[in-house]
Antibody
Framework: EVQLLESGGGLVQPGGSLRLSCTAS????????MNWVRQAPGKGLEWVSG????????YYADSVKGRFTISRDNSKNTLYLQMNSLRAGDTAVYHCAKNPVSWSGYYSDYWGQGTRVTVSS | EIVMTQSPATLSVSPGERATLSCRASQSFSSNLAWYQQKPGQAPRLLIY???TRVTGVPARFSGSGSGTEFTLTISSLQSEDFAVYYCQQYNNGWTFGQGTKVEIK
């Protein structure tokens, strides 16, 4: 059974940093691209970032480019999102999501429940 | 960026009735479109990909259609467990989602 478990969320002040993690199980992690998708309170889904299975290709939404960094450790079956220079507009639940292929640009067939990030003073 | 617009924002339907959800794209593409269902406090669940391919295990009452700029998700006979928010997503050029359609009990 595919499982994705996010962690690392919390309350952070504007300008601060957080690192989110997503631990995967139930599939060969390195074979599949992964994404981060966020959902602001009461709002819809917004794609944030994606990474290929080997980790050599990364992609970012314009809203986070230069502030967020996606990475993965295939030996630990873990996806990361380093978030710097956080703003109030980054407040959201952050989901990790698995692609059905090793390259980005596909839909996601499994999603985690998410971890909540609140940016506030 | 391809902008996805869903309508209506809210759809009030009685159990057993048919629901038709629309998703319009700002640019034309063939079939790189997915539909997700999300219930409160839960992760999104993939229902349809390739505009019309139903995921294994998704009931046959869910069907997707369309191409170009107009896509549709149809739920033929609504069951109690189908009341949720539905999102379309294009993956033809990057990823963008529609703003969602909430299907509520009439």
């Amino acid at each position: 059974e595919v499982q994705l478990l996010e962690s690392g969320g919390g309350l952070v002040q504007p300008g601060g940093s957080l690192r989110l993690s997503c631990t995967a199980s139930g599939f060969t992690f390195s074979n599949f691209a992964m994404n981060w998708v966020r959902q602001a309170p009461g709002k819809g889904l917004e794609w944030v970032s994606g990474i290929s299975g080997r980790g050599d290709d990364t992609y970012y939404a314009d809203s986070v480019k230069g502030r967020f960094t996606i990475s993965r450790d295939n030996s630990k079956n873990t996806l990361y999102l380093q978030m710097n220079s956080l703003r109030a507009g980054d407040t959201a639940v952050y989901h990790c999501a698995k692609n059905p292929v090793s390259w980005s640009g596909y839909y996601s067939d499994y999603w985690g429940q998410g971890t909540r990030v609140t940016v506030s003073s | 960026e391809i902008v996805m617009t869903q309508s209506p924002a809210t759809l009030s339907v009685s159990p057993g009735e048919r629901a038709t959800l629309s998703c319009r794209a700002s640019q034309s593409f063939s079939s790189n479109l997915a539909w997700y269902q999300q219930k409160p406090g839960q992760a999104p669940r993939l229902l349809i990909y390739g505009a019309s391919t139903r995921v294994t295990g998704v009931p046959a009452r869910f069907s997707g259609s369309g191409s170009g700029t107009e896509f549709t998700l149809t739920i033929s006979s609504l069951q109690s467990e189908d009341f949720a928010v539905y999102y379309c997503q294009q993956y033809n050029n990057g990823w963008t989602f529609g703003q969602g359609t909430k299907v509520e009990i009439k």
